[in-house]
């Protein structure tokens, strides 16, 4: 089973949802769940912010940091987790930013990539305040792409398996 698989799997035994933020990997993580059978029960949709702007206008991303930072920055990425999943209506919300190459952007060097997962629930449940993994990738463009890919639906499987929070209308606990 491919990650992509497990984490819909996951998520629907759990009648959650799931939205997705994408920049450095412009689309691949929505194209990795979108190629699972069934995907469309649990995945809702992307948003694929390639451009430091949309990032604030359709994310939600602070503008100030955008502008002091640049789109390459963990705080960035925990904001276009939740902007997705807040904007999208989603249970959770995972995003990527980074840098793939061939040319460092924003100061910050090729590989260095953010990503993201936010979930519902409080503190203690496992869900509630977003989670950020700061990546050192190496290889090509196609490869720091994958590996990102691959990263943050692993971020979001781990964090899907030790939630206890269930979608408030399930009736059900997730253990």
Known sequence: MTTAADVLRLLEERGWT????ESLTGGLVAAQLAG???ASRTFRGSVTAYATTLKHELLGVD?????EHGAVDPEVARQMAAGVRDRLGADWGISTTGVAGPESQDGQPVGKVFVAVAGPGGAGTGGGEAEVAELRL???RTAIRTASVEAVLELLAARLRRS????PGSGQTAV
């Open 63 to 67: 503008a100030a940091l955008l502008a």
């Open 36 to 38: 699972v059978p069934g």
């Open 18 to 21: 799931l939205a997705v933020a």
């Open 164 to 167: 206890t929070v269930a979608h």
């Open 138 to 140: 190496t290889g090509d």
